[in-house]
């Protein structure tokens, strides 16, 4: 009989139990021995309804206080030397001191590096390797998880990143790969150490077999599973997902392990290459319920696929969802507006262990199974090679080098002009005023007047700190992404559809039911009133036609790019009504651009001809004196330059601070970089570490070093929604004040 499992299940809790612990724990407000016990009862529920649902084995590992890289990293003993001055007494502290520079215990310092997990908006942090990385095994929390999980009657399957995985997602000064040696007999002593404690199966997640790896790395792969199966050990399920395996499924399906697990979404004709490329007796686990949309299953069509499998493979077929369903909302029964019309035709992660449960049993009757409302039509896996009509010319009719000395003649900015990115910070007030006017309890203009409030708040703070252009602080937002969702016509919204994009961050991205379009101006008079306050120039703020799409759960019954064309018609009419009124700078931020980028490099040109036309289709028609900026943050832009330099933005800001300005290797690199004006980060925002002025100082002087000081741009790496106005006043003023520091410096030195 088929078996099910899953490759992870959601942490932060149905209704963002984990969150709020978190939180209350950094602010003081809890010990940390409650703390654990939040921790500890998310686990336990998790475990349970994964137990309800018939799953044999429970997934152990998935669990983790911020990010499960980090728990790794701490596991294999990958601390860099920063954060042993001034550590905390506990490990958790230490944990934390490395997630996000400041903990309970131990002294501030600088955080991680943090960046997106392959194509998805979760927000891994980098494992740094030394020079003479050592590693040592303390895998006290992954053990005391599984005792955890046996105590409660579970049988456990820890997840574990594999060794070639973990040592790809990291960044070290020379050759990682020359760091496996090192490494491999850690992983050894923590198998024997899980099969020690009656662990039958463990979880070996190797996504990178999805990638066009290097030969070396591929090559390693076989000396390096040869040596995880000596000596005792559980066995081993090695997890590929996000991308087909394409000539890697032969190599995956040849090493000693005794399951292997494909992502039958991503790659549906590798099931039948799977079958055949089984060897031994192997596992074959297919992953056919999507584990990063929300509609529901074609089971009826899956039942059909697998039954001759079902027949042939026996208990060695397992079902599961493609990726781990950390990417999904976790229950759907926490939904009470929702009309069942629509929800109806979706699967939260909750739902999704129930269709698994559906399959396996209609495969062991032999009975059709109940079909459900899928999304409308047949998928077609993204629709990545087609591109959409009226995307043929988007270019603006003048080049950057005509448009540049317009927009520096209309706005006169100083040398290293200084910025935001956009948002200031959402207060606990903000907050209750919001959930008092959907509550009812205030009228619509009682609300409008609060947010009127805020905004003129936020340009008279950003003038007295003496930025030099302004935003209007998105007081009226509630996400960028989900405020445009629920502007826009074709979008539905969750009332608990939370997803975690990093730590205790999430996010509830809104789901596109129908075809998209704009039924009024959706940002215009509160970009008009912030402007009406100050003489300066307040830049309009949208999200653009990428990360609106990415960022949101899309239809799986048109391509990609269609949903795209949609999203960026009804931006191009938000910019010129913009541009109507008086609004002659605009933001459009791409922040999503990256990860919508396929694993494989040959699928990367069909990806960017849609994806850069649409948004150079919002703004085509300006005017050239009207300056189009954007933003991009978290991600590795190395390999895909040409494409942002396609966008043709006139400014592009950046988050560099946590990589330590690593990201200017690509922007303002030997082989050209990025043409236009550029904005990297200065300071981490995602820290709550206010950073020096001196320190600002220091990064501004790298910059001008390798970016001419015309085209730069001074401004912090994101939003600061998530910061208190504590924080950002005094990072700001410092930063403010070290632009005028290195601009004094610099025309002392023209003088000269």
């Not at 651009?593 to 960017?608: A, I, T």
């Amino acid at each position: 009989m088929a078996q099910t499992h899953i490759l992870g299940y959601p942490r932060i809790g149905a209704n963002r139990e984990l969150k709020r612990a978190l939180e209350a724990y950094w602010r003081g407000e809890v010990a940390q021995e409650q703390l654990l016990e939040a921790g500890a009862v998310v686990r336990r529920g998790n475990w349970e309804v994964q137990a309800e649902a018939g799953l044999g084995q429970v997934t152990v590992g998935d669990f983790a206080w911020y990010d499960q890289v980090l728990n790794h990293s701490l596991m294999f003993g990958v601390v860099p030397q920063r954060f042993t001055v001034g550590a905390a007494d506990s490990k958790l502290d230490q944990y934390f001191r490395m997630a996000r520079g400041r903990a309970p215990g131990g002294e501030p310092v600088a955080a991680s590096a943090m960046t997106k997990w392959f194509d998805t908006n979760y927000h891994y942090l980098v494992p740094e390797f030394e020079a003479g990385q050592q590693f040592s095994l303390d895998s006290e929390w992954l053990l005391a998880e599984v005792a955890e999980a046996r105590d409660l009657g579970f049988q456990p399957k820890p997840v574990v990143i594999g060794p070639l995985t973990y040592l790809w997602l990291g960044r070290a000064a020379g050759d990682r790969l020359e760091l496996l040696p090192r490494l491999l007999p850690l992983y050894r002593q923590l198998l024997q150490q899980l099969a020690e404690a009656g662990v039958e199966w463990v979880q070996l997640d190797e996504p990178i077999l999805g990638l066009d790896l290097p030969g070396d790395w591929r090559d390693a792969f076989t000396p390096a599973y040869a040596a995880l199966a000596e000596g005792q050990g559980p066995k081993k399920l090695l997890a590929t997902y996000f991308s087909p395996l394409r000539e890697n499924l032969s190599l995956a399906f040849g090493l000693p392990v005794q399951g292997v697990h494909i992502d039958a979404v991503r790659a549906p004709e590798e099931v039948g290459q799977a079958v055949a490329a089984r060897s031994g007796g192997q596992v074959l686990s297919v992953g056919l319920v999507n584990g990063r949309n929300i509609w529901r299953t074609d089971l009826v069509g899956w039942q059909g696929r697998l039954a001759p499998l079902a027949r042939e493979l026996g208990d060695n077929l397992w079902l599961s969802a493609s990726c781990s369903l950390l990417h999904c909302p976790v229950d759907l029964d926490t939904e009470k507006a929702l009309p069942v019309e629509q929800s109806q035709r979706l699967a939260y992660a909750r739902q999704k262990l129930d269709e698994l449960r559906q399959l396996q049993e209609a495969l062991h009757s032999g009975e059709p199974v109940t079909p459900g409302d899928a999304a409308a039509g047949a998928s077609i896996g993204g629709g990545e090679a087609h591109v959409p009509a009226g995307l043929e010319n988007t270019w603006r009719a003048q080049p950057y080098s005509e448009r540049a000395p317009l927009q520096a003649r209309r706005w006169q900015l100083p040398l290293l002009p200084t910025t935001t990115i956009g948002s200031f910070p959402q207060t606990d007030l903000l907050r209750q005023i919001r959930r008092q006017y959907r509550a009812g309890d205030i009228s619509r203009q009682e609300y409008l007047d609060h947010l009127r409030a805020e905004i003129a708040e936020a340009v008279r703070r950003q003038e007295i700190l003496g930025l030099d252009v302004l935003v209007h602080g998105e007081a009226e937002r509630n996400d960028m992404v989900e405020y445009f969702g629920e502007q826009l016509d074709g979008f539905v919204h969750t009332g608990n559809g939370w997803v975690q994009s990093y730590g205790s961050r999430c996010v509830k991205p809104p789901i596109i039911f129908g075809d998209i379009s704009r039924p009024s101006p959706m940002t215009v008079e509160w970009s008009r009133y912030a402007q009406s306050l100050t003489k300066k120039a307040v830049k309009g703020m949208l999200t653009g036609p990428v990360t609106i799409l990415n960022w949101s759960f899309p239809r799986e019954d048109i391509p990609r790019g269609e949903s795209c064309l949609q999203i960026a018609r009804a931006l191009r009419e938000e910019v010129l009504d913009l541009e109507k009124a008086g609004i002659g700078i605009i933001q459009i931020d791409e922040p999503a651009l990256r990860e919508g980028v396929p694993l494989r490099e040959s699928d990367h040109r069909s990806y960017f001809d849609w994806a850069v036309g649409c948004f150079r289709f919002t703004c085509a028609t300006v005017k050239p004196e009207t300056q189009i900026h954007t933003h991009m943050c978290y991600s590795n832009f190395n390999t895909i330059m040409d494409a942002i330099v396609a966008l043709d933005a006139d400014v592009i800001t950046i988050e560099s601070a946590r990589s330590d300005l690593r990201l200017l290797e690509a922007f303002a690199g030997a082989n050209g970089g990025y043409p236009n004006e550029i904005g990297p980060g200065i300071y981490d925002i995602h820290s709550p570490n206010v950073p020096e002025r001196q320190e600002l100082v220091d990064r501004l002087q790298k910059l001008v070093a390798v970016i001419p000081p015309e085209k730069l741009w001074v401004n912090p790496d994101c939003g600061l929604k998530t910061r208190d106005w504590a924080e950002v006043g005094t990072s700001l003023l410092n930063m403010v004040e070290a632009a005028r520091t290195v601009r004094a410096q610099l025309e002392v030195k023209d003088l000269a």
